[in-house]
């Protein structure tokens, strides 16, 4: 998927390294949830980890898809569905290559982008342009990491610093209406904090 490839991350499962992990469902997404923005539909969680938001949409009605290429976020994915007797496909594939068989009606972001060498982040939002259906929505959370070096471009990660005018130009017009809102500002237990935004799918 990039040069930090799977036994990178499997070696964090392993060693219960897993600092992004927040041991629940995103509050982000409870609030959108919460409030109707988003409804039961076909719905994409790549780099979905510990499986923490595929539970809950699946909990709430949702045909959730859960994508990830390290064989202990699936296994643990699949184990927490299981728990909770609750079902939803959870795909290990690299979200570079992946292709659904149906587009999907959304995709909820959360921590892929971030994990992914920058180097590839052109190749990955073309392909969640690709898996979503016109009109279909992208839930977002850019991560931001403030750390020495970041303001004056140097690629420290992961979690790699998501500039919010770095997303603009990469999320841009030619496929996504940004809304007239501005992000909502969502505190990580890191210290760190994400911007979180739905984008429509043109």
Same mark, same amino acid.
């Given at each position: ?19 992004? %992990?927040?041991?629940?469902?995103? !509050?982000?997404? #409870?609030?959108?949830?919460?409030? =109707?923005?988003?409804?039961? @539909?076909? &719905? ?49 594939? %690299?979200?570079?290559?992946?292709? !659904?068989?149906? #587009?999907?009606?959304?995709?909820? =972001?959360?921590?892929?982008? @971030?994990? &992914? ?86």
């Amino acid at each position: 998927m990039t040069t930090l490839n799977p036994h990178f991350w499997q070696e964090h499962f392993d060693q219960g390294r897993t600092p992004w %992990d927040r041991g629940a469902v995103s !509050p982000q997404l #409870l609030n959108w949830l919460n409030s =109707e923005d988003l409804r039961p @539909c076909r &719905i994409a969680v790549p780099g979905c980890g510990k499986g923490w938001e595929v539970v809950e949409l699946a909990r709430r009605g949702f045909d959730v898809t859960g994508i990830d290429y390290t064989t202990g976020a699936v296994k643990e994915t699949g184990a927490l569905l299981l728990s909770q007797t609750l079902t939803a496909e959870v795909i290990q594939a %690299d979200v570079l290559s992946y292709m !659904p068989n149906r #587009l999907f009606d959304a995709v909820y =972001e959360q921590t892929c982008l @971030c994990a &992914i060498d920058p180097d590839h982040w052109i190749s990955y939002a073309t392909q969640l342009a690709r898996w979503l259906k016109p009109g279909g929505y992208l839930y977002i959370l850019f991560m931001q990491v403030e750390r020495p070096g970041a303001r004056e471009g140097l690629k420290q990660g992961p979690p790699f610093h998501c500039d919010i005018n770095a997303m603009l130009a990469l999320f841009n017009s030619s496929h996504w209406q940004w809304p007239d809102t501005l992000p909502t500002i969502v505190p990580h237990p890191t210290g760190w904090h994400e911007l979180a935004i739905c984008l429509e799918r043109k």
